[in-house]
């Protein structure tokens, strides 16, 4: 199975990215991704066997992060996965930590971390650049998540949640 760390958007959050991606103006065919599947990944895992699940939720349940707020402030096309994503240009302390954390106790390889959430695959050609209302979003809680890639969209199944703790809670 196939399985990554995630943050998942609130209703709002997620509500007001969908109308971020309905504004982009991409050359056809650039599919939208499904508002279901927003996530910003905080650590791609990869292919596991069944007898690794327990070892990874158990990491995901040891994770103690402050909850954050991200700021989403600007629509990026990358070009060698051809996507269109909401990016955030600044990355609170709480999430980069959390991120060296998972990446320490996964071991697997620091990365640069690009806090972004995906609104576009498959994109032919770069969109005509465009300003973007920033998005603040509350992030609360952490998610181990299964992804099944047949069909148009991933599907994505979420495994266990843990909630990122407030500074009261962290000793």
């Known amino acids: 199975m196939r399985l990554f760390f995630a943050l998942w958007p609130d209703a709002d959050t997620k509500h007001q990215l969908e109308s971020v991606a309905h504004k982009l103006r991409l050359a056809a065919p650039s599919p939208l991704v499904p508002a279901a599947n927003y996530h910003l990944t905080v650590a791609f895992v ?17 994770q103690r992060a402050h909850c954050c707020s991200i700021r989403l402030d600007a629509i990026e096309f990358w070009a060698k996965p051809r996507i269109v994503v909401a990016a955030a240009q600044e990355i609170p302390a709480a999430l980069r930590g959390l ?25 032919t050609q770069a969109p005509v650049p ?17 992804s099944e890639t047949a069909g148009i969209h991933s599907a994505y199944t979420v495994v266990d949640t843990w909630p990122l703790l407030d500074e009261r809670q962290i000793p």
């Open 130 to 146: 465009q300003a973007m209302s920033p998005i603040e979003w509350s992030m609360s809680s952490l998610s181990l998540v299964r």
């Open 46 to 62: 990869g292919e596991v066997l069944d007898s690794r699940l327990a070892q990874l939720r158990t990491i995901g349940a040891s």
């Open 99 to 123: 991120w060296a954390r998972l990446h320490e106790d996964l071991a697997l390889p620091a990365l640069p971390l690009r806090a972004h959430v995906t609104l576009a695959r498959k994109v």
